[in-house]
């Protein structure tokens, strides 16, 4: 394996998945204590995403073991969309295990207000709980900028085919944010006296988490469908093809994302029609070496020889003129 494909499977690695899944054990198991002795719907809701949150990563984890299963008979391009299949499913928990249910709640805070108690105590914990989220939101960002290269952070959010590092950035951004909402729900229903900023305050963090989640899950179903790669796959492998002289030009070039590191390119080139089909098979050997070596998450090609479509309309003779009625 070369250094560049070293590289590369080291950067789809679960580290990130792993550290966010401890992170979340310990906060989930504070959060609730904290819920149970202040009796506050946002500390509750924050609870409630936090666990919600350990499954989540559970999930992934099972995502990305099932994506390195090899080929077989049923799958000969593999399994490599299973990662997009479990983000899709951690976007479904995130919007009705986390969001959902944390607008209830609040719902019942705000039509049956309680007294929110100790909530010094709930303030302790919901700021040790935001600096932990924080240092993982901030880690989270780290493998970010390292993937994207020089594109624009959001930009790179919206394309890429990493869904397990964007789910988890999703899930702690949305951890950072409604923590904050809670401080402030619980700090204003002790200075108001009024338990109804603390139901306000879980229905807020519950649209929150519904919003994530659509986002999660728009960007997911995409990628579950079937997308295509990065365009600078599709412009690798152009390029790679123009640079055989025995090739006249490229008719066609379809790429598909089939997991976060493969890649299926299919494409149709014209040759010279003076080759001989020993050297058209070693033009296309020759070909795949070479865009494999240029782009090493290619992992399928087919590559298909054709006639250029204008050159064939002029090499083919004009269809014979219809039969008239008394022609011998």
């Known amino acids: 394996m070369s250094d560049k494909e070293s590289e590369k499977e080291g950067e789809h690695g679960t580290g990130h998945i792993i550290q966010s899944l401890g992170v979340n054990l310990l906060i989930a ?8 002795f202040t009796k506050s719907g946002a500390m509750l809701a924050e609870a409630l995403h936090s666990f919600s949150d350990c499954g989540n990563q559970i999930l992934l984890l099972v995502g990305v073991r099932q994506a390195k299963r090899p080929p077989d008979a049923s799958h000969p391009l593999g399994y490599g969309r299973a990662l997009y299949f479990w983000s899709f499913m951690v976007a479904m928990m995130l919007f009705t295990g986390g969001g959902l249910f944390s607008i209830y709640e609040g719902y019942e805070k705000v039509t049956h207000p309680e007294t929110v108690e100790h909530v010094w105590l709930g303030m302790v914990i919901l700021g040790v709980s935001l600096v932990l989220e924080g240092g993982a939101t901030i880690s ?3 493998e970010l900028n390292k993937r994207r290269g020089k594109r624009p952070f959001f930009a790179y959010l919206g394309q890429t085919k990493d869904s397990d590092l964007v789910v988890v950035f999703g899930e702690n951004s949305a951890a950072v944010f409604g923590l904050t909402l809670a401080m402030i729900a619980l700090g204003l229903a002790y200075l108001t006296k009024d338990g109804r900023w603390d139901g306000a305050g879980s229905m807020a963090i519950g649209l929150v988490l519904v919003l994530v989640a659509v986002f999660l899950a728009t960007k997911v179903k995409s990628l579950l469908l079937g997308e295509a790669a990065d ?3 599709e412009e690798a492998a152009r390029k790679s093809a123009l640079e055989f002289p025995e090739l006249k030009r490229v008719l066609n070039c379809v790429t598909l994302q089939q997991g976060p590191s493969e890649v299926f390119v299919s494409i149709k080139l014209s040759f010279h029609d003076d080759l001989t089909i020993r050297q058209v098979c070693d033009v296309i050997n020759s070909f795949e070496a070479k865009l494999r070596a240029r782009v090493p998450e290619v ?5 298909e020889p054709d006639i250029d479509r204008a050159e064939r309309d002029k090499s083919d003779p004009p269809p014979p003129m219809p039969a008239q009625e008394g022609d011998e």
């Open 29 to 36: 198991a504070i959060k609730a204590v904290a819920a149970y």
């Open 140 to 142: 989270n960002i780290r």
């Open 299 to 303: 992992r399928w090609i087919f590559v």
């Open 231 to 233: 365009p600078e796959i």
